[in-house]
T-cell receptor
């Protein structure tokens, strides 16, 4: 296992189209996170999963955005009817959440850069 | 080899202690970020640095571009500072450290 993988690395799409990104976390990690980062800003939290359960969603995640982790392994993030404001780097991370606040091996993927034209 | 290395990986401190987290990187960058993630999963961008030093409340971040090194300091630590602190750099792409898990004990 070489880390968190994201696919594709780059995506250019026309406004109004739907796009789907995939994240494969480190296999033994039970938590999976999605973040979005626009140019010059720090990452913004979108949502996270503990196993297959989606435990928290940011208000940034409008109804055009949906994320799934059906078997508690890989996850997909879909954006419907893309807008130019959706252009950003979409980052996935995974960790092993132990007792209390401890997170081990917190690892980010390299991201999917989305450009909406 | 990771492009961004953080130390320590885990840190436990008594309330009131001065805390330092270190970050070294090996790639050319346009900016360095310090991020904070609380157990609930939400991530907060604490600082974005390209040179020098920044201060926000009890948090201070410094960067030495020549040495490719940054530090995050927390003065008068408090239990609510308990979180994972992540160093990240942006160059041709985004590179992240693996985080420092900080626990501040009352």
């Amino acid at each position: 296992d070489t880390g968190v993988s994201q696919d594709p690395r780059h995506k250019i799409t026309k406004r109004g189209q739907n796009v789907t990104f995939r994240c494969d976390p480190i296999s033994e990690h039970n938590r999976l996170y999605w973040y979005r980062q626009t140019l010059g800003q720090g990452p913004e939290f979108l949502t996270y999963f503990q196993n297959e359960a989606q435990l928290e969603k940011s208000r940034l995640l409008s109804d055009r955005f949906s994320a799934e982790r059906p078997k508690g392994s890989f996850s997909t993030l879909e954006i419907q009817r893309t807008e130019q404001g959706d252009s950003a780097m979409y980052l996935c991370a995974s960790s092993l959440a132990g007792r209390g606040v401890y997170h081990y091996g917190y690892t980010f993927g390299s991201g999917t850069r989305l450009t909406v034209v | 080899k990771n492009e961004v290395e953080q130390s320590p990986q885990n840190l436990t401190a008594q309330e009131g202690e001065f805390i330092t987290i270190n970050c070294s990187y090996s790639v050319g960058i346009s900016a360095l970020h310090w991020l904070q993630q609380h157990p609930g999963g939400g991530i907060v961008s604490l600082f974005m640095l390209s040179s020098g030093k920044k201060k926000h409340g009890r948090l201070i971040a410094t960067i030495n571009i020549q040495e490719k090194h940054s530090s995050l300091h927390i003065t008068a630590s408090h239990p609510r500072d308990s979180a994972v602190y992540i160093c990240a750099v942006t160059g041709n792409q985004f590179y992240f450290g693996t985080g420092t898990s900080l626990t501040v004990i009352p």
